[in-house]
């Protein structure tokens, strides 16, 4: 979940309610636009709130919703829940209808209101869940795996090695790396070298003095590439806490 305001004491507030809620969600929290779409993505958002206004510095700003309009144009956020907040209901209203979003919460805010919407938000996301599968074909033989499944994929002679939580480690053969992360399509999955894939659900920790990465659940370890460091570097220190 993502929250993006530039009002420090709305995105307290709209945090306790989440964890009220959902004690265990995680949740993101940002005050600028660029750094919330960078968020979507790297992350998998199952819901936006997202304010209106994110600079109130500029008279009239309505940078929210320049940032809601990039989410709807990244393919797996096209009926993701969007939940908008401002005070200007009659932009409100005419971003509900063409940015097709979920709800609006106008400021200042009623907490029943909002902890009902956001429970209602809650409940469509879980509807909206699927368990997303990868289909894979060898020998003749079409089969479906869950995304959230897989841990990690190496690729090793042609022939892709896939390691998953139920189902232990299967083989795929003649497809690259690069086939395998367009096929998959989920912004948790990223490429830690010439040949590896990790989702980043299974991420315990990374370890860039040996450049490995260490998976939770006695997973092992992956190894990070010479031309990955930087960018998993980067992209790992942007992380917030949960």
């Known amino acids: 979940m993502l929250i993006v305001s530039h009002n420090n004491n709305m995105l307290t ?3 306790d309610i989440i964890r009220r809620l ?10 600028k636009e660029n750094e919330a779409y960078v968020y979507a993505l790297n992350y998998k958002i199952d ?17 929210g919703l320049d940032l809601i309009k990039n989410i709807r144009s990244i393919k797996h956020y ?8 401002s005070q200007f209901e009659d932009i409100a209203l005419q971003t509900y209808r063409d940015m097709h979003c979920y709800g609006f919460i106008e400021k200042p805010f009623d907490v029943e209101y909002v902890k009902n919407l956001i429970k209602d938000a809650l409940m469509f996301r879980e509807s909206m ?22 841990v990690y994929a190496e690729s090793i002679n042609h022939v892709i090695y896939i390691n998953t939580t139920d189902r232990g480690q299967f083989q795929v053969r003649y497809k690259t790396i690069k086939r395998f992360l367009d096929e998959i399509d989920d912004p948790n999955m990223f490429q830690c070298s010439r040949n590896t894939v990790v989702n980043r659900r299974y991420i315990e920790n990374i370890d860039n003095v040996n450049c490995v990465i260490k998976l939770e659940r006695n997973y092992g370890k992956v190894e990070i590439g010479v031309t990955f460091r ?6 790992f220190e942007n992380k917030i806490n949960w």
């Open 13 to 15: 507030k709209l945090k």
């Open 22 to 31: 959902e004690s265990d969600c995680k949740i993101l929290i940002s005050s």
């Open 47 to 63: 819901l936006f709130l997202v304010d209106i206004v994110l600079n109130g510095k500029v008279l009239n700003d309505t940078s």
């Open 78 to 85: 096209a009926f993701t829940p969007i939940v908008m907040i």
């Open 129 to 150: 869940s699927t368990n997303e599968k990868i289909y894979f074909r060898d020998d003749g033989i079409i089969f479906g795996v869950e995304k959230e499944t897989i």
């Open 230 to 235: 930087e960018a998993i570097k980067d992209l």
